[in-house]
């Protein structure tokens, strides 16, 4: 089964996850079929701390796809967000 989930990087003290699609039997910072975004929760200054490609998370949803429960949290935020700046430059 695929699922999508974190994978951890980044130094000790200085997270950064990928968003990644994997097998669900693959480690979590192990072999990856896709990535389709990455989380920062430090990022500081113009940095941007999430980035999601939505239709590549849309084409493993439909193709049977689990997500995980940070990751549902991720994608809600950033669609709430997506949504807002596009209301901001209408």
Do not use: C
Not at 9 to 17: D, I, L, T, W
Not at 66 to 87: C, H, M, T
Request: hydrophobic share 40%; net charge positive.
């Amino acid at each position: 089964m695929v699922v999508l989930r974190l994978s951890r990087g980044g130094a000790k003290h200085r997270p950064f996850y990928s968003i990644v699609a994997t097998s669900k039997r693959s480690r979590r910072d192990g072999r990856f079929i896709e990535r389709v975004g990455y989380y920062n929760p430090i990022a500081s200054g113009n940095e941007q701390p999430l980035r999601i490609s939505m239709d590549r998370v849309k084409y493993w949803t439909d193709n049977g796809a689990q997500v995980s429960e940070a990751v549902d949290r991720l994608i809600k935020q950033f669609a709430e967000k997506e949504k807002a700046a596009a209301a901001a430059a209408a």
